[in-house]
């Protein structure tokens, strides 16, 4: 029977169940323990595969770089200088906290572009503090360097140096990087002091690291380093690698030594060097061992920088030569302009209003010369002020000139819309006008017309279709009769086809006509001046007088006779 | 559901050995919260005479239900109240305080057609009224005067025993 209680409260205690249960997860957690580290095994062993594939790509592309480099190097005819420019670029990455893979390009660009090894490195130098400063990636400064060096100036505009653009193109590289040292001044030391530098620090020794053995294991040198400082992490990471690089070393001289001893043994037991009793005695050519000497090295770097100054020296000539053509041409501009002025003295509208401002003219009217004459000479600033003179002249509010300012505003609406909306109105006008029809003289009004309106193109079409229709008609049944008997009939209809045909050419004549219409007016007799007639008049009474039938002439009473 | 206490039956069993008299005072505390729910339960039982005539005792009864008839004395006794505590239960847990209703007829009574529902010839003579919550806290006597009680006698019992403490503990500090 189930007991019936009520439990008022209660403890967990536990039971042997849950002992068992504990017993059981405890085997379980042993069991999860043991497969988490054979899990953690093989996490870590594909870890460490996938880091030694990151260290291998790593060194490829470093690799990669480096032989760039020394292909530019080497095409510059400065082989013997590698060693020194790897110590540069190594130095550099330790010191500035960039990683060689992006100093290293930017060296060549600046190398090829200078051909110079000192003004490279020293451009490069430049490069980085310009680049802390401004915040641009390293490439690109070096990119604009190079591009400036040879006088494309354009990519400076964005380093803010405050020179204009006309300023950038007229200055020398050294004087627009002189301006853009001066203003990145001290930007690469406080550089040094902060988070973000020692990070780079960090980044470059992890990534030598992955070059070397692989990033797989930069973890692990982290934790030994201690951890807490980066730059202390860093040369950890960088002594293990060492460390680890010089195991793999000193194997390799390991198994160089077993190979050594080979072939000792095989020499010791063919009496001799099996090499050179199989290959005989090379002739000697009396040539250092050692080509890559000192000297060598010193005598193509310094040829290479002779190449460099000189085209540096034929760089700034270019230079002087342009900036001399461009000051040519401004002078020859300002010339033109000074000529065109002078020309402007003998300008018949400028002499007209000279003339008039000479005369005795109002303060209106010679404020409005005023400004003409500014206008022809292009001043815009005294035109403006004198038109706005005349304005306010004439309208003291300012309305006016507010509206003469206003002019070419959109808002503004048109002010001779108006006419747009008559033209319109005149034009429908016109287009309504009706031919009027001799048979139908009201038109539509017309009763009987079923509101038909005739236009004069429409009728002249109508009738001279008609005729021609009807020509046709009469011309097929006039073959048809005259191919029979019935001749009379044929040529009454001939008749109606040829007065039809001239219908139709009438009509269409007066449809289309052509040409301009002309007047002829013609006079009869002699037509003379008012002058001639008083003189004719004048010597016909002379010649009366003179034959004895003189000329009467009253005044008061208007008879002349 | 009962409240779940931590070190509750330790406490008590400290008391019990170091402090009797005080274990004693808990008990009697914890009581006098048990009592009153364990008095309303017997007074919702039905008498002999408001029981169906059919379940009461007979002389000549025999078969099974010759110990499941219902007697008002006998179920009245069955229900009562345990201050002490319980052996842990299957899931582990152990009851510091516990109201019973231990009689057959007076179980019959308090469960009788919380499953089925009130039907058949026999459940709904019984009388009463089914209180609780859920299925399994529904009854007619202790838990419906559990019910009644609205947490009464929980709260008593949960702070007799924090009282036990509080007192417990001023008296090791004291010593």
């Known amino acids: 029977m189930a007991d019936l209680r009520i439990d008022l409260a209660s403890e967990f205690k536990g039971k042997k169940a849950f002992k068992e249960a504990d017993k059981a997860v405890s085997g379980l957690d042993r069991a999860v323990g043991k497969l988490g580290k054979q899990f953690i095994g093989l996490f870590a062993a594909q870890k460490l595969y996938s880091y030694g594939k990151q260290s291998f790509k790593a060194f490829a592309e470093d690799e990669a770089s480096a032989r760039r480099l020394a292909t530019a190097v080497d095409n510059l005819g400065l ?14 990455e330790q010191s500035a906290g960039i990683v060689d893979d992006v100093l290293r390009p930017s060296f060549q660009a600046l190398l090829n572009t200078t051909g110079s090894l000192t003004k490279s490195q020293e451009l490069l130098n430049n490069a980085i503090q310009i680049s802390r400063a401004s915040g641009i990636d390293l490439a690109t400064v070096s990119q604009d360097l190079a591009n400036g060096y040879v006088g494309i100036t354009r990519g400076l505009k964005k380093y803010n140096t405050g020179l204009t653009q006309s300023e950038l193109k007229t200055k020398s590289f050294n004087e627009i990087l002189g301006v853009m040292l001066a203003k990145s001044a001290g930007a690469a030391q406080s550089y040094l002091d902060t988070t973000a530098y020692k990070m780079d620090v960090l980044t470059v020794a992890t990534d030598n690291a992955k070059e070397t053995i692989g990033k797989g294991l930069v973890d692990a040198f982290a934790r030994i380093g201690g951890g807490s400082d980066a730059k202390d992490a860093a040369k950890a990471i960088d002594n293990i690698a060492k460390a680890i690089s010089g195991v793999v070393i000193a194997l390799g001289t390991a198994i160089g030594l077993v190979e050594k001893f080979r ?50 020296k034929e760089l700034a000539n270019l230079t002087k030569k342009q900036v001399s053509a461009n000051k040519a041409l401004t002078a020859e501009q300002k010339k033109q302009a ?30 409005r010369l005023q400004a003409q004459a500014a206008i022809l000479n292009g001043n815009a600033v005294l035109a403006t002020d004198l038109t706005k003179k005349i304005l306010m002249a004439q309208d003291a509010s300012g309305g006016l000139y507010a509206y003469f300012l206003a002019i070419g505003d959109a808002k503004i609406k048109n002010p001779f819309a108006f006419l747009d909306t008559w033209l319109e109105e005149f034009m429908n006008k016109l287009n309504n006008l009706k031919f009027p029809d001799p048979n139908n003289p009201y038109g539509g009004n017309y009763p009987g017309n079923n509101g038909k309106r005739y236009t004069t193109s429409s009728v002249s079409q109508t009738v001279s279709s008609n005729a021609l229709v009807q020509d046709a008609f009469n011309a097929v049944q006039a073959f048809q009769l005259a191919s029979g008997s019935n001749a009379a009939e044929a040529a009454v ?45 004048m010597a016909g009474t002379q010649l009366s007088s003179l034959s004895g039938s003189p000329s009467q002439i009253g005044r008061i009473a208007g008879m002349f006779g | 559901m009962p409240v779940k206490l931590q070190g509750a039956v330790a406490l008590r069993k400290a008391l019990a050995i170091v402090e009797p008299t005080l274990a004693k005072e808990t008990s009697k505390e914890i009581a006098s919260f048990l ?6 339960a017997r007074g919702f039982l039905p008498s002999n005479e408001q029981a169906p005539s059919g379940w009461l005792k007979r002389s000549n009864a025999g078969g099974r239900w010759a110990n499941r008839s219902y007697d008002y004395q006998e179920a009245r006794k069955g229900i009562t109240f345990k201050s002490s505590p319980s052996k842990p239960n299957r899931r582990g847990f152990v009851a510091l305080a516990s109201i019973f209703n231990k009689s057959a007829a007076g179980a019959i009574y308090e469960t009788a057609g919380r499953k089925s529902g009130i039907t058949g010839n026999f459940t709904p003579r019984l009388g009463g009224q089914l209180v609780g919550k859920g299925q399994k806290m529904t009854g007619r006597a202790i838990f419906r005067a559990f019910e009644d009680d609205r947490g009464k006698a929980q709260d008593g019992v949960v702070k007799a025993i924090f009282k036990a403490k509080d007192k417990f503990d001023s008296m090791k500090d004291k010593v």
């Open chain 1, 79 to 92: 082989s013997f200088s590698q060693t020194r420019i790897s110590d540069f670029i190594q130095n550099l």
């Open chain 1, 263 to 312: 072939k000792g043994y095989t020499n010791f037991i063919a009496g001799g060097d099996v090499n050179a009793l199989m290959a005989g005695t090379p002739a000697s050519t009396n040539r250092s061992k050692s080509p890559a000497g000192t000297a060598a090295r010193t005598a193509q770097q310094r040829a290479a920088e002779a190449a460099a100054a000189k085209r540096a």
């Open chain 1, 338 to 367: 000074d000529l065109k002025k002078a020309g402007s003295v003998f300008d018949l509208e400028q002499i007209q209003i000279l003339a008039a401002l000479k005369g005795s003219v109002s303060e209106e009217d010679r404020t």
């Open chain 1, 493 to 537: 209809l001939a008749l109606d086809s040829a007065r039809y045909t001239a219908l139709g050419q009438a009509y269409a004549g007066y449809r289309a006509p052509t040409g301009d219409t002309i007047i002829n007016v013609q006079v009869e007799g002699s037509v003379i001046r008012e002058q001639e007639l008083i003189d004719k008049v």
């Open chain 2, 35 to 40: 009592k009153p729910v364990v008095n309303n």
